[in-house]
């Protein structure tokens, strides 16, 4: 049979101001679906609220869009996937092989309280399976606890974007919170590259992370070579 990525997108499309849009960061689902569809994975979406996933504004801008994000675009079919997304309510675990978290700003506010995707990312990683995040994707991990009620990410490795690439990216003064901090907070041993926005990855076992929107495609190709691993 052929293994399942289950993808997460954000229902959110703008920061606590309104007036400043966020969502979906394109090309770090565009990156990743890429690599496991050269694989022969099956891949579906999943969102913590079911329906439509907005997408990020400026990450349709040159120089952040590239060419897989303007061919899913031009894709009715691919679009539409974004806008039927599934609910978590709809998602067995057991049908997947890893869970990939995606990015952009928006994921702060819907993704870590979200008990439905708590309960997937938890099944997923109990049974061996793979759980991956790039980028804000690991908003997605800070509240999920296992079964005997540590935080799944406590004492182990993983990345995300930096609260230096926060300031840099001129959004610190919007986002809800310091994901770093709450990282580590959560007793996770967090890494970052040297240079802000340069890909960078890191595997701890069957937990897989990259710290920023360039990090997605490496982060993707390393779940690969996790599943190879306990296949």
């Not at 050269?38 to 609220?49: C, L």
């Not at 930096?162 to 919007?174: H, M, P, S, T």
């Not at 919170?177 to 996770?188: C, F, I, L, V």
Request: proline residues 6%; negative net charge; hydrophobic residues 40%.
């Amino acid at each position: 049979m052929s293994q399942r990525i289950l993808h997460v997108v954000t229902n959110v499309g703008h920061y606590d101001d309104p007036s400043h849009p966020t969502g979906l960061w394109l090309s770090e689902l565009t990156h990743a679906w890429e690599v496991f569809e050269e694989q022969g994975y099956e891949q579906s979406v999943v969102s913590p609220a079911g329906g439509a996933s907005p997408l990020e504004p400026r990450s349709l801008k040159f120089p952040n869009e590239d060419k897989t994000a303007k061919a899913w675009r031009a894709d009715p079919a691919k679009m539409a996937l974004l806008e039927n997304t599934l609910s978590p309510e709809e998602v067995d675990a057991a049908d997947y092989d890893a869970i990939y978290f995606t990015g952009g700003h928006a994921v702060m506010y819907d993704f870590p309280d979200s008990e439905g995707l708590q309960r997937i990312t938890r099944e997923l990683f109990e049974r061996g399976a793979v759980v991956s995040s790039v980028c804000h994707g690991y908003c997605g991990l800070l509240n999920t606890r296992l079964s005997d009620g540590s935080h799944l990410i406590a004492g182990r490795a993983m990345t995300g974007f930096a609260w230096r690439e926060e300031i840099l990216a001129r959004v610190d003064k919007l986002v809800p919170y310091n994901a770093e901090d709450e990282s580590r907070k959560r007793g996770a041993r967090y890494e970052k590259g040297l240079l802000p926005f340069a890909p960078y990855t890191v595997v701890d076992g069957t937990l897989v992370t990259g710290q920023n929107p360039g990090s997605a495609k490496a982060t993707a190709k390393k779940v690969v070579a996790v599943l190879r691993a306990i296949a």
